[in-house]
């Protein structure tokens, strides 16, 4: 079967044939809520059978627009033919030896991909996890090593992840933390960068996150400061220009390790390989994983190699990190990232998409702003002429585009942003499409 033919989605478009969820979803969500227990959550529980692009099919035969792609993990596009054509004859080939007892190529392919693209001066070292939330643990374990310091700093707003330390870095302790205590020690929120809200310059936003972070936990006691340069699911928050440079200035005099969390915005998605690229700045360390492997699992943590060189032999790994079919799947995607195409795909979403918003925002006073780099973009919805949050209207608006078939992400502390994060494939008409949805919603919410 030729990989063409394999695609039975290829050039499917929006469609909704039966009420959403269809029958054939809710009979295996029935299934589901005898054996899955309801923390473990379905924003939308309609079962997907195959996908491609930017086209999710269901079982019942609904063809949705997808807005999330897997939170940010498909950026190349589901079912990327190159991607899935590395994984399955790395498949046929190897499926596991653990690289800590015996190593195979794709591993070091991979670190060399990000030694080439990470935006770190000098000589970088990787190492492979399966998850993001193991690659943040993994660069504060690395980081409290280097500088033999306890101290995490993060900033308002942040998500890390679900493990223990993870959850404790979140902005959120509902539902991430509160109950499964007790949380991680010596973790520090510090006030952020949010334009919108504080109106603050980068630098007055940075100098007083500097001045909370010196008071608070003391800079002597701190080994790392762990920031995504744009804010996923604190709601797409854009830090004021400067912000960023003038703390990692700060970190380096102090001799705190920056650690840039790029798990949602890295790999294309913002229209640079890294978001870090927008600011200009230089982290020590960047951690990736969501869109590195197409969609596989893997994650990596990738350090100036004087700071990755501390950890003894054993000291980092874990049975499946760096699998061999997710590293193939993953050098696929570099190689797609070094011929241009997903960055000038995201570049163009950042266009249009961003257009097609700015025009929704000229016709709805309840959009506060539009913001985001290249196909990371978001929607903060508000009481017009306040800065007081809708989080029903965002319900409704996802709601609305479910039964018309866009699948939309919320985002935010208040659960009233709407944020964007398409395949980078995501067609101009698909994305007027789902402008159209979004208007209609916004317009029957009012009515
Ligand atoms: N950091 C950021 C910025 C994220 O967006 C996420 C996932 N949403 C994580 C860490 C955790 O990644 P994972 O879910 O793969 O553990």
């Not at 009481?383 to 935010?412: C, D, F, R, W, Y």
Request: charge should be negative; glycine fraction near 10%.
């Amino acid at each position: 079967m030729s990989n063409h033919e394999s695609h039975a989605t290829q050039s499917l478009s929006r469609k909704v044939v039966t009420e959403v969820p269809g029958p054939k979803s809710r009979e295996l969500h029935e299934r589901r809520t005898k054996v899955i227990p309801p923390g473990v959550m379905a924003l939308l529980p309609v079962y997907i059978e195959r996908a491609h692009d930017a086209i999710l099919v269901d079982v019942d035969g609904n063809q949705f627009i997808d807005c999330g792609a897997g939170i940010g993990v498909t950026t190349v596009g589901h079912t990327n033919d190159a991607v899935v054509e590395a994984a399955r004859e790395a498949m046929g080939k190897v499926t596991h030896t653990l690289f800590t007892v015996t190593p195979y190529e794709g591993y070091v392919q991979v670190a060399e991909y990000l030694a080439k693209t990470a935006p770190i001066s000098g000589e970088k070292r990787t190492m492979l996890v399966n998850s993001g939330a193991e690659a943040v643990e993994n660069a504060v374990k690395i980081a409290r090593m280097y500088t033999g310091r306890p101290g995490v700093a993060v900033l308002e707003y942040a998500y890390h992840g679900r493990t223990m330390l993870t959850s404790t870095m979140n902005h959120k302790g509902s539902p991430y933390a509160t109950g499964f205590g007790p949380r991680a020690g010596d973790v520090y929120r510090a006030p952020n960068s949010f334009p919108l809200h504080d109106g603050l310059t980068g630098e007055e936003a940075a100098k007083r996150t500097i001045q909370w972070l010196e008071k608070t936990a003391g800079a002597a006691d701190l080994a790392c400061l762990v920031a995504e340069p744009i804010q996923g699911e604190g709601g797409f928050v854009v830090p004021a220009e400067g912000y960023l440079p003038t703390l990692a200035a700060w970190c380096r005099e102090k001799g705190i390790v920056f650690i840039a969390d790029e798990i949602q915005s890295g790999i294309a998605r913002s229209g640079k390989v890294f978001a870090t690229e927008h600011f200009g700045f230089e982290p020590d360390m960047v951690l990736t994983a969501k869109g590195i492997a197409g969609g596989l699992p893997l994650a990596g943590v990738t350090g100036r190699a004087e700071i990755m060189d501390v950890a003894p032999a054993g000291g980092l790994g874990g049975t499946f990190g760096g699998n061999p079919v997710a590293c193939a799947a993953a050098v696929a995607v570099f190689e797609q990232l070094e011929e241009g195409t997903p960055l000038r795909e995201a570049q163009r979403v950042g266009r249009v998409l961003g257009a097609a918003l700015e025009d929704l925002k000229a016709r709805h006073e309840v959009i506060a702003e539009v913001r985001g780099h290249g196909a990371m973009l978001a929607i903060e919805l508000t009481e017009p002429g306040t800065l007081n949050p809708l989080p029903e209207l965002v319900n409704h608006i996802t709601q609305t585009a479910a039964q018309s078939g866009v699948l939309l992400l919320n985002a935010g502390l208040h659960g009233n942003v709407l944020r964007f994060l398409p395949p980078v494939t995501i067609t101009d008409e698909q994305i007027a499409e789902v402008a159209e949805v979004i208007d209609q919603a916004i317009t029957s919410y009012q009515a």
